[in-house]
């Protein structure tokens, strides 16, 4: 080992101790924040991309959701499992794992000739991003010191995902008009290769500070990657099943019964893949249940404001991207001014705060009619929704890593992420019920088509915004963290 490898390695010892003022903490955040970037970004970046894949790979109305669906079913349904190895065999090394599969999965997608390909590739892609996000989010909150130090870094942290859903659509809008659909895959390897050398070269080898050596609980991996896919599935064919169909029931009621059983097992276990005990952590649960509902508002805000401006207002790819442009400075904004105030107010204020404001932005937009203007319409409800969305992103982050024990930081994160992706799955899948029914109402009553997809597209617009509300209620049951050091 070499005596800069060796300092790296000291200065991520079991103890957090790094300064963020150090030009070694400074590369840290941003290298991580980069992997978390990369993989929220891609479960948005094909949305824009997809009647494009359509017509390409031959998809129909049906099998296209999966392009989108997969992902989420695969990143959500794993990141329990990848979090937890995480702890258990060393962050990095499963880092470095799932970013090559997650790179390996990029290049067959962007290469596929057919749509069976395309979704099986993009099911790969969201287990590697499963165990990329927990490891970087937690290699993140173990690496700093408490208090401003970490406060800064998860803040730079939540700012970067909140940017990734609306960079998402501008860079797939623009990959895909510049490019072709392939491109949104296709440059993703490309930056995997510069990750993984970065990530051999920055981050120290934790092997020696992972929690392992109890054995590891195969039967409660299985449970609980099985129930969660279980119920994303479910989740995702429900609109096209029917809520109320035989399948929607069987796959619902299987899932919670194997995660029901996965929770007794957890009971049993010496050594469990998730210690019940983590939720001994004030307000872990709460910060967990703020974010799922959340992100079921914003992810499905931002699904059906991009299909109205294309089907409805006529945007091209690139003009829809680039509408979101305003967006990402409001993210930006609101994340900034969250980091400094957390030290002052505390978590809740803003977490409450930032939901409610982000209901009015999202409210204000479920008015939308039908031949809209872009300045006087749409832009200020998404601005005023983008201050809300940078600071609860932020705060959120900070209340659910606050006081984790270091050796159960994977776990934190990824109970944090599967919230995320729960929550995108379950809010699309609902919502995409309300508007469907909606707008083939009006279209059997006789309605004109831009109006009935206006109308459809508002009425989940309105429940997002209630969605993002409950949230801001939910939101007053969190820790008040000032700093990383909440109470068990």
């Known amino acids: 080992m070499t005596r800069s490898e060796e300092s790296a390695e000291s200065a991520v010892s079991a103890e957090p101790g790094t300064s963020l003022a150090t030009t070694y903490g400074r590369i840290v955040v941003a290298l991580l924040c980069a992997v978390g970037f990369l993989d929220f970004m891609d479960s948005v970046i094909v949305n824009v991309a997809l009647p494009s894949m359509q017509s390409h790979l031959g998809f129909s109305e049906q099998s296209l959701q999966w392009v989108a669906s997969g992902y989420l079913l695969t990143y959500g349904g794993f990141m329990l499992l990848g979090g937890r190895l995480a702890d258990l065999t060393g962050r990095r090394r499963v880092l470095i794992v799932g970013t090559a599969v997650f790179a390996l999965a990029s290049l067959v997608g962007g290469l596929a000739t057919t749509g069976a390909v395309l979704v099986a590739a993009r099911l790969v892609q969201g287990a590697g ?8 989010l937690s290699t993140l909150t173990t690496t700093f010191k408490e208090g401003a130090d970490r406060n800064r870094a998860l803040g730079v942290w939540g700012a970067m995902i909140g940017l990734a859903s609306t960079a998402g659509v ?12 392939r491109s949104v895959l296709l440059v993703n390897p490309i930056i995997c290769v510069f990750l993984l050398a970065a990530l051999f070269r920055v981050l120290p080898d934790d092997r020696r500070q992972a929690s392992g050596g109890g054995g590891f609980d195969a039967v409660g991996a299985v449970l609980a990657t099985c129930g969660v ?3 994303v599935y479910g989740i995702v064919e429900a609109p096209d099943s029917g809520w109320k169909s035989i399948s929607t029931i069987l ?15 957890e009971r049993m276990r010496r050594n469990p893949l998730m210690p019940l005990s983590i939720f001994r952590v004030r307000g872990l649960a709460a910060a967990d249940v703020t974010q799922l509902i959340a992100i079921a508002g914003f992810m499905s805000m931002f699904f059906f404001l991009t299909l109205y401006m294309q089907n409805v207002l006529g945007y091209s790819a690139l003009k829809t991207g680039l509408v979101y442009l305003p967006v990402t400075v409001g993210v930006g904004i609101g994340a900034g001014l969250s980091t400094k105030l957390i030290p002052k107010t505390g978590t809740r204020p803003l977490i409450v705060g930032g939901c409610f404001l982000a209901s009015i932005g999202v409210f204000l937009l479920s008015r939308l009619p039908v031949h809209a203007s872009f300045v006087s319409d749409i832009l200020p409800g998404m601005m005023v929704m983008s201050l809300g969305l940078g600071t609860v992103m932020v705060t959120v982050t900070n209340a659910a890593n606050a006081g984790v024990p270091a050796d159960k930081a994977g776990l ?5 992420n599967s919230s995320q992706q729960l929550g995108g799955a379950l809010g699309l899948a609902v919502l995409t019920t309300v508007a469907t029914s909606h707008t083939t109402h009006l279209l059997a009553g006789g309605v004109s088509q831009p109006e009935a997809l206006t109308s459809g597209f508002t009425r989940a617009l309105f429940a997002s915004s209630i969605a993002i509300f409950v949230a801001a209620l939910i939101g007053l049951g969190t820790y008040n963290t000032r700093s990383n050091d909440a109470p068990m």
């Open 129 to 136: 991003a499963a165990l990329m996000m927990p490891a970087a």
């Open 170 to 181: 501008l860079f797939g809008g623009m990959l895909t008009e510049w490019f072709t659909w």
């Open 229 to 231: 896919v279980l119920l």
């Open 251 to 265: 796959r619902l009621g299987g899932g919670l019964v194997l995660l029901i059983a996965f929770v007794v097992n």
């Open 412 to 416: 934190a994160a990824s109970l944090l």
